[in-house]
């Protein structure tokens, strides 16, 4: 059986980050180069070259493929080798494997699928906000060393918000601990949702709204396998209800796109979008700054708790509490899919 | 995150206690389309949200029918449906949603308690329009309050449905021994209606012999007869055959540790899963954060460290 869910779409990284250079990474245990062709797709292929196993991401990208930089052999998209420099004939078992990758939103999809080669059973997920006038978005990513699963109990809580993060999205401890938690459960999708009416306005959402000394905040969070939403924010009391759906205000909408690399290590790829108010100055550089400076925060805590699992060895006989209950439901929906594939 | 707001073009008394709704699209546009079994969401209220199941023609897009019958210990949602909506009326609703649907079989038997017919009648509908073979038994209190009674009879399908009435002679009464055990290989069970029924339905189909995978039910919320109060409760342990009572201040965990039965446990709040138990009679009351939704609606396991029973007994497999 797999170690990882198959037959799933993962974040394979962001399309910035494909330009003029071929990209190596692993995902699930499997090697793979990333590139963008000459007419702009992106391909991603198995990251050794069949003649003599060098890293194909070694190598240089054209308009027609990736050429190995060990005796220039080119491969196309599909896996095909297309051509063999100082010869005719391209053997037809010259070919790697290809993976099935797509472009959206700005996001790189991968479809990991159980058996080789195979094609996708739905579509990439869709992320519309990269693409919507009332918000601006960055990115950014991580290498974690720690398994993937420790992030989905993270992103699943934010009780953590008043210990871990009082310098940026922190505010009141005791009202993060406290406040009321919903988890609710539609198949594969986890929903967290916490309202926290009369909060203080933490920094980060000072620095782009003029809020007085109170704001009607709320925290969504939305688990899926191939990815996390979590859409935060917060509206001046007495003006828009904290649930209606059309609520003004300032909104962050965070994306979470958690890749297994290994057992023990996994690639975290996060875009965060938000709107400003209309008489504040321009703001997503700081946003991004303070997000970033958030996830770090996170980042010190999730690889020294992995760290300290590993000193102590064995199997902990974690004790849950109450901010555990979504990432229980996570933690279940991974096994079935894992069993399912 | 889909929602709908929709116009009530009809109400109608079904029986007793039971009225039904159409509802369509203001602008007389299509709805989405759902399969039998599929229910909506119904914001009664702000604040107040419901599930009714769709026992409407499935393939009809233009109007949706629902049927809600007056709870005595109504929390606001039935009454509200009652006294509130009428002809004219706008409600928000949200799209359909499916936990229950028909599967593929050689024959299906439908059972439906109650006002748990709603869904029953959409499966009955659908399986006679593709000409599956399908018998529905339908069992109330009585002729008059039983929904959709004279609609079932005149039915294409009319001959297929049987009706038990708990006031009526004792031998046309619902007997699931014998429709379960005369029941051809392969067929599949859907059932829905009060959890004592459905309880009563499924254990039986168990003690037959059924395999889980053709047994299908919905519960619906609110349909118990006994409210989750704190009470004292017994629970029986099936294994050991020992009774223990379970006072209104102590918890099920509390009680089997005293009594030296042997428990894994660990958070004591719901949230673990470490101390499932399965229960083999009795509605536990769930009060766990860990099962979901189609779990606790199955009652057949629960968390002793924190939920508790609605029935006077809980038998556990321990």
Request: include cysteine; hydrophobic fraction near 35%; glycine fraction near 8%.
């Amino acid at each position: 059986m797999s170690l990882f869910p198959l037959n799933q779409w993962y974040v394979a990284g962001f399309s910035s980050e494909l330009t003029d250079k071929p990209i190596a990474r692993t995902f699930l245990k499997q090697k793979m180069v990333l590139f963008r062709t000459g007419d702009g797709r992106v391909a991603a292929l198995e990251d050794r070259c069949c003649h003599r196993s060098l890293p194909l991401s070694c190598g240089t990208v054209e308009a027609g493929g990736v050429r190995c930089g060990y005796h220039g052999m080119l491969y196309a998209p599909s896996g095909q080798c297309i051509e063999v420099p100082g010869q005719d004939r391209v053997p037809t078992k010259a070919c790697v494997k290809a993976y099935h990758i797509v472009e959206k939103n700005h996001i790189l999809w991968i479809w990991m699928p159980q058996e080789q080669g195979a094609a996708p059973t739905r579509e990439a997920p869709d992320y519309p906000w990269h693409d919507d006038a009332r918000f601006k978005f960055g990115t950014g990513k991580y290498h974690y060393q720690a398994p993937w699963q420790l992030i989905h109990d993270n992103l699943l809580d934010l009780s953590h918000l008043g210990y871990v993060h009082l310098k940026t999205i922190g505010g009141n401890a005791r009202l993060h601990m406290t406040a009321d938690m919903q988890v609710t459960q539609d198949g594969d999708k986890v929903r967290v949702v916490r309202l926290m009416p009369g909060s203080t306005p933490p920094p980060t959402y000072k620095a782009a709204w003029p809020f007085g000394d109170t704001c009607d905040r709320w925290q969504e969070i939305e688990f899926e396998l191939s990815h996390l939403k979590i859409w935060t924010g917060a509206v001046e009391p007495g003006t828009d209800a904290i649930d209606d759906p059309n609520r003004g205000g300032f909104h962050m909408r965070g994306f979470h796109g958690i890749t297994p690399e290994t057992e023990e290590t996994c690639h975290y790829f996060w875009s965060m979008a938000s709107t400003r108010h209309p008489d504040m100055p321009e703001n997503i550089d700081e946003v991004i700054r303070q997000t970033a400076f958030t996830f770090d925060e996170d980042r010190a805590v999730i690889e020294a708790q992995y760290r300290n699992m590993k000193d102590f060895g064995g199997k902990p006989e974690w004790v849950d509490i109450h901010v555990d209950v979504g990432g229980n439901r996570a933690r279940r929906i991974v096994q079935r899919l894992v069993a399912a594939a | 995150m889909d929602e709908l707001e929709l116009i009530v073009s009809r109400r109608r008394e079904e029986a007793q206690g039971i009225c039904s709704f159409e509802l369509a699209r203001p602008d007389g546009g299509e709805l989405p389309p759902f399969t039998a079994g599929a229910h909506i969401d119904v914001y009664v209220q702000p604040g107040l949200v419901r599930q009714y199941s769709l026992c409407g023609e499935p393939g009809d897009r233009r109007r949706w029918r629902i049927a809600v019958l007056r709870e005595p210990a109504s929390r606001g949602g039935s009454a509200g449906m009652h006294d509130e909506v009428k002809p004219g009326t706008t409600l928000r609703v949200s799209a359909p949603r499916n936990h229950f649907a028909l599967v593929p079989a050689p024959h299906s038997l439908l059972l439906a308690g109650g006002i748990g017919v709603t869904p029953i009648l959409a499966m009955a509908k659908t399986l006679h329009r593709e000409g599956s073979s399908f018998e529905m038994h339908y069992c109330t209190r009585s002729p008059g309050r039983t929904a959709f009674l004279d609609e079932l009879r005149a039915a294409a399908f009319g001959q297929r449905a049987r009706f038990h009435f708990d006031d009526g002679q004792p031998a046309q009464k619902f007997d699931a021994d014998s429709v379960l055990s005369g029941a051809q290989p392969g067929t599949h069970l859907y059932v829905c209606g009060p959890s004592g029924f459905m309880d009563h339905v499924l254990r039986t189909a168990r003690r037959l012999g059924w395999a889980e995978e053709r047994l299908h039910r919905e519960y619906f919320a609110g349909s118990v007869a006994s409210s989750p109060v704190d009470a004292g409760f017994d629970i029986q342990l099936a294994r050991s055959k020992r009774t223990l009572q379970i006072p209104a201040d102590k918890s099920v965990l509390q009680v089997l540790l005293d009594g030296g039965i042997d428990v894994a446990f660990s958070c004591e709040s719901g949230v673990c899963g470490s101390c499932l138990t399965p229960v083999l009679e009795g509605t536990p009351d769930h009060r766990d954060s860990y099962l979901t939704d189609a779990e606790r609606a199955a009652n057949d396991q629960f968390t002793p460290c924190c939920s508790r029973s609605k029935t006077p007994v809980l038998v556990l497999d321990l």
